[in-house]
């Protein structure tokens, strides 16, 4: 609402209100509505292909069933392709062929560049433009937000702000809608607000009245308007992706590209000693995505350059967050209720109701432990009990049927009385759950075909899609795939150090070059042309005979340390070859022979020791997986990743609660007990009861088109004037034609 907020106090009161469309705004909800759910999509695969450093293609496949829309989707589909018939001046039933116009994602509004959509066939589809899915969705918005006001007990009442200003002031209302107009239907959106200054020896007049009202309102009644909020934030910082499919084929196979963000870059020095270390570590890339809640199928291809591999991929969701919140905070209350229940007296209505919430409680925490038990399996790891101990013993309490046999010989089934339920086990497992990440799942990719990985996620039979969208977090760890680079490399600094010996042996006229004879004899060097000549020579001919990869692709990115090492021997053989050059004493040219010779020796031997063109194994805690699946390894901190993709967007906004669009509409939670606003009738321009004074629109019936709410509707402004009388708001004649 801060966004709404801003523009209301920036943008001029309008003289007449916005061209929005009542027609238009059922079909902008509708449109929102299908976005959010994407009910149709019944499979959704996205392929990264990483080639070079900082950069990634993405391709996302999606599969459509027409079928899977709802009767009101369809007829808010085919109601939009009437709007835009109308708009161009086509007559209803023209057309022979279907279509409907159906949206397929919500792109960030940042950096959303041109989407081209591709059916099975190759065939670019038609797509609806920007401009008009925000006008309809401007227009669904400011309904929506009129009808949640109009449901509230003070909209009815003459003496409160809120009938004032949905019935009686016209300038507040026409600001409402303008703002929603300006921030659905320009790219931009405003980051931080700025206040213009009043002038001074200037007093608030009736536009700063109005505006005031205006502020008042979506202050006054934000707890109404919490919902609407967060869809109003949807609306303002994402693109719908919306085509048109033909209406006579059910099934639908659709392809597009989208832009990836890109993470913002490390300082300098960070990103140099992640590139040396690249070598032995990988190259970590981190992707992260959102689903829509109703998706139940998801893949993600991976694939890379031919020179490089894939050593480890997984994929994660946050699909069982909201189950695990919910099953730790009942954890928690059954804590408090088992040592309240200690203290009191046991049987009765009481004591059953907590037996059942126990046992619904526990068999939910086994059900979700042995869900993740057999992701572990499937991903040839163990979730044993010594990572979560009392999940462990809780779920056993709920599956093995144990019993408790009392004082009288009696077996006693109740959880109550196992040994297990105890409070300090339930807050345990609570805080096990969270800790370790339990409503995090995860797919952990065990065989690479080629420079092609696979990850498969699917919802799990008894997940219940809760929420807006699905996070998807995957990492993958690239590795040199040629496993020659570094080995070449260091045959390289063996022949330069090699090079720098034997020159410096013929020089010194002994294979040690230290001693008094050999500083004498390396301090009156007659002709050092040909030695300078073979140092720089050799050694540079020999490293254009390496195959060094790109420094901007990946493989070039792995084969950092590498190529420092290979340019470090060739900066000492320039160092020895200088003070050949320079004539500099028989110590100084020793020295030089020391690091001419040692220097690359040391760096085969660091090379050597990397062993980097053998597979090392990266431990899955480093990097990112749940917490509950890195217990194979001493868990560590997490490794940053060498680049970070994110396709949701999610990186600029702050995450509010999730809308859950399947709830209604927001807001119309029933009256709420709250202090009046107060008579608004001293706004200037506000008519009094009984008073005269700028039409009231609750009392003005006759004249001009208006629909439940007594509000006009204006759309399109193209009308067919039939007579009628003036709309007292805008002295237009009423007509019947619509546009969008």
């Known amino acids: 609402m801060e966004s709404l907020r801003h523009a209301i106090e920036t943008i001029p009161i309008p003289g007449a209100p916005p061209r929005l469309s009542h027609q238009g705004a059922a079909v902008g909800l509708a449109l929102l509505d299908i976005s959010l759910r994407l009910n149709h999509v019944r499979r959704m695969t996205e392929r990264l292909t990483v080639v070079e450093h900082g950069t990634a293609r993405r391709t996302t496949e999606l599969d459509v069933s027409l079928k899977l829309l709802d009767e009101g989707q369809r007829q808010a589909s085919t ?139 979506l202050d006054g009644y934000s707890h109404l308007l919490v919902e609407y909020a967060q869809l109003l934030d949807i609306a303002i910082r994402d693109y719908l992706l919306i085509v048109a499919l033909d209406d006579t084929v059910d099934e639908h196979r659709l392809t597009f590209e989208t832009p990836l963000r890109v993470g ?128 462990h013993r809780l779920a056993a309490a709920a599956t093995t049927g144990d019993a408790v046999r009392t004082e009288n010989n009696e077996v006693d089934n109740s959880l109550l009385r196992h040994p297990e339920f105890v409070a300090a086990s339930l807050r345990e497992a609570a805080r096990e759950l969270t800790d370790r990440q339990f409503g995090h799942d995860l797919v952990l990719v065990t065989s690479v075909t080629d420079n092609e990985a696979r990850a498969y996620w699917r919802r799990s039979a ?53 001693g008094r004879a050999a500083t004498e004899a390396l301090g009156h060097i007659g002709d050092g042309q040909s030695v300078i000549t073979m140092l720089l020579l050799v050694p540079g001919f020999l490293y254009t005979r390496l195959s060094l990869p790109p420094r901007r692709t990946v493989v070039g990115y792995l084969g950092t340390l590498p190529r420092a090492l290979g340019q470090l021997s060739i900066a000492a053989a320039a160092a020895f070859a200088a003070t050949i050059a320079t004539q500099s004493r028989g110590e100084v040219i020793q020295v030089s022979v020391t690091l001419a010779v040692w220097l690359p020796v040391l760096s085969a031997l660091v090379l050597l020791a990397q ?72 706004l200037r321009g506000a008519p009094r009861a009984g008073a005269a004074g700028l039409p009231s629109r609750s009392r003005r019936r006759g004249g001009g088109e208006h629909d439940l709410f007594g509000d006009a509707v204006f759309f399109g402004e193209r009308r067919r004037r039939r007579g009628g009388h003036p709309h007292p708001e805008t002295g237009r004649r009423r007509g019947g034609h619509r546009a969008l």
Not at 191 to 200: K, N
Not at 624 to 641: D, H, K, M, N, S
């Open 264 to 391: 913002a870059r490390e300082p300098r020095l960070t990103e140099q000693w992640r590139r040396l270390l690249s070598s032995r570590r990988g190259y970590f890339v981190s992707y992260e995505t959102a689903l829509p809640a109703a998706v139940k199928s998801y893949h993600l291809v991976a694939r890379t350059a031919p020179e490089a591999e894939i050593a480890r991929m997984y994929l994660s969701t946050d699909a069982d967050q909201d189950l695990v919140d919910r099953l730790a905070a009942d954890l928690r209350s059954l804590a408090e209720r088992k040592e309240a229940a200690a203290l009191s007296e046991t049987g009765g209505a009481r004591h059953k109701l907590l037996e059942l919430q126990a046992q619904t409680t526990l068999r939910t925490l086994a059900d979700l432990l042995r869900r993740r038990k057999w992701e572990a399996g499937q991903s040839g790891l163990d979730l044993s009990a010594r990572v979560m101990p009392a999940c």
């Open 462 to 514: 008894g997940g219940d899609p809760r929420g807006e969208q699905v996070h998807v977090r995957a990492g993958l760890v690239l590795k040199d795939s040629t496993k020659s680079g570094p080995f070449s490399v260091m045959l390289y600094a063996l022949a330069v150090g090699a090079v720098s010996f034997v020159l410096g042996w013929l020089l010194a006229d002994s294979p040690w070059p230290y």
């Open 611 to 682: 062993r980097s063109w053998h597979e090392s194994a990266i431990p899955l805690s480093r990097i990112g997986v749940p917490g509950w699946a890195g217990t194979t390894v001493p868990r560590g901190r997490t490794r940053a990743p060498d680049v970070r993709f994110d396709s949701s967007g999610s990186g600029d906004v702050a995450q509010g609660a999730p809308v859950d669009p399947q709830r209604g509409r927001p807001g119309q939670g029933g009256l709420r007990d709250r202090a009046a606003a107060g008579d608004q009738s001293g």
């Open 79 to 217: 109601a939009l392709q009437e709007l835009i018939g109308r708009e161009h001046g086509e007559r209803t039933g023209s057309r022979q062929a279907r279509e409907l116009w159906v949206p397929l994602a919500r792109l960030p509004r940042r950096e959303v560049s041109p989407v081209d959509v591709f059916d099975g066939s190759g065939d670019k589809l038609p797509r609806l433009t920007q401009h008009e899915a925000s006008r309809l969705i401007a227009s669904g918005l400011y309904r929506l937000l009129r009808g949640i006001l109009a449901g509230d007990e003070h909209a009815q009442s003459a003496k409160q702000e809120l009938n004032t200003f949905l019935f009686r002031v016209h300038e507040p209302r026409w600001l409402v809608q303008q703002a929603l107009v300006t921030l659905l239907t320009e790219r931009n959106h405003p980051e931080q607000g700025f206040v213009l200054p009043s002038a001074p020896g200037t007093v608030p007049g009736y536009a700063r009245q109005c505006r005031d009202m205006a502020l008042n309102i």
